[in-house]
């Protein structure tokens, strides 16, 4: 099994910045891609930033260039730090991590984009 603790989120107002982390825990070796999702109620959770393959990395359009995705690989942890935050970045986050036997997902962490 992998645990995945995630911190960071919560309120921010447009054009204001978050950090949200994510650290991986359990049976964690041979971790092939690790990220970011987000989803809204009602609609389908989407990709937000991951790695994948080694040092691969692919971001959704929405958010490139105001996010950056990096990670600590001795803590097995991944990072998202988001600036230039708009309403519609407003979702619950998830952080995803793929293992050659399996995929995991955290519980999620609320960021509201509002003034």
């Known amino acids: 099994q992998v645990q995945l603790m995630e911190t960071g989120g919560g309120l921010a107002q447009p054009g204001g910045s978050l950090r949200l982390n994510c650290a991986a825990s359990?049976?964690?070796?041979?971790?092939?891609?690790m990220g970011w999702y987000r989803q809204v109620p009602g609609t389908e959770r989407e990709l937000v930033a991951a790695?994948?393959?080694?040092?691969?990395?692919k971001y959704s359009d929405s958010v490139k260039d105001r996010f950056t995705i990096s990670r600590n690989r001795a803590r097995d942890t991944v990072y998202l730090q988001m600036d230039g935050l708009k309403p519609e970045d407003t979702a619950v986050y998830y952080c995803?991590?793929?293992?050659?036997?399996?995929?995991?997902w955290g519980q999620g962490t609320q960021v509201t984009v509002s003034s």
């Open positions: 995803h991590v793929r293992v050659p036997w399996g995929a995991y």
């Open positions: 790695f994948s393959g080694g040092n691969t990395i």
């Open positions: 359990g049976r964690v070796a041979g971790i092939t891609a």
